[in-house]
């Protein structure tokens, strides 16, 4: 367990907290979800996330973050963008897809969550690429149980997506812990052998984040400095969820009925109260 040291163990009152702004960031998604069609910019969207949250006390956790400051509320990364795309003026058009990342503070507790919507008419091997991502953060999720590692998620993400077709998984960005900061130890890979890293135990927060292409697992840094786009122009998707293990199971702080539904699907048990 010394491996566990320097980790944010929250109790369940403050795990309770981060249920609140969790919960705040799946509404936020869910309603971004419905927004999105063709003819709306990312920043229309960018700006209903920031109403929405702040309508709801709380506060957009991405604006201002790092060096150069993250400009917006969202990350909105269109096709062969992957992740922590600037929203602006771009035109959301019919066959696109876009991930939306999105991430809130509410009385000091984070929460952070990301989907990837198709516009309008989408190619059938992209919309594939979106159900791959998303079932294999589902399977990432259902693989966690106290007592069990920090790497047996990415095992169950990558073996997943490799049962399902030659896709790229991104190695050079991982997902995290989430407490009282967005980014915290440890880091969450999307691959690996399982048994590895640190111990899951109650208390912990971690956010699950697959990023998965078309071709490609290498990424540009795009001129902007924020924008990571796949190198051979290939279409990504991006799925997260902020979770956590309780005595009964998983819960699912950022998905809406607290993962349920999906990891009743899994024969995984929920945690959630
Ligand atoms: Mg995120
Ligand atoms: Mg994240």
Redesign the pocket.
């Known amino acids: 367990m010394f491996a566990n040291r320097g980790l944010e163990i929250k109790t369940p009152a403050q795990i309770d907290q981060m249920r609140v702004s969790g919960l705040l960031v799946g509404r936020t998604l869910e309603l971004l979800r419905d927004a999105a069609r063709p003819g709306v910019t990312t920043g229309d969207l960018d700006r209903l996330a920031e109403t929405h949250i702040r309508d709801h006390g709380g506060i957009p956790s991405f604006k201002g973050y790092s060096h150069p400051p993250f400009p917006a509320t969202i ?1 909105a990364s269109v096709n062969d963008e992957v992740v922590h795309g600037i929203p602006g003026d771009r035109v959301l058009q019919d066959g696109d897809v876009v991930s939306i ?3 809130a503070i509410v009385d000091g507790w984070h929460g ?3 989907i990837t919507v198709p516009i309008g008419d989408v190619a059938a091997e992209t919309l594939e690429l979106l159900r791959v991502t998303e079932e294999s953060l589902w399977r990432g999720l259902a693989a966690a149980h106290l007592g069990g590692r920090v790497s047996d998620i990415g095992h169950a993400i990558e073996g997943y997506v490799r049962t399902q077709g030659h896709y790229g998984i991104l190695e050079d960005y991982t997902g995290h812990g989430i407490g009282t900061e967005m980014h915290m130890a440890p880091n969450v890979p999307n691959y690996g052998k399982r048994g590895k890293g640190p111990t899951l135990v109650e208390g912990l927060a971690l ?1 699950v ?1 697959p990023m998965v292409t078309l071709g490609s697992k290498e990424t540009d840094l795009l001129e902007d400095e924020w924008t990571v786009a796949t190198v051979d122009g290939s279409m990504a998707a991006h799925f ?1 969820h902020t979770f956590t293990l309780t005595p009964a199971g998983a819960w699912v702080l950022t998905a809406v009925d607290g993962g349920a539904a999906r990891l009743a699907e899994l024969g995984a048990a929920y945690g959630g109260r």
């Open positions: 990350c990342d999105c991430g952070d969550a990301a956010a984040e997260e």
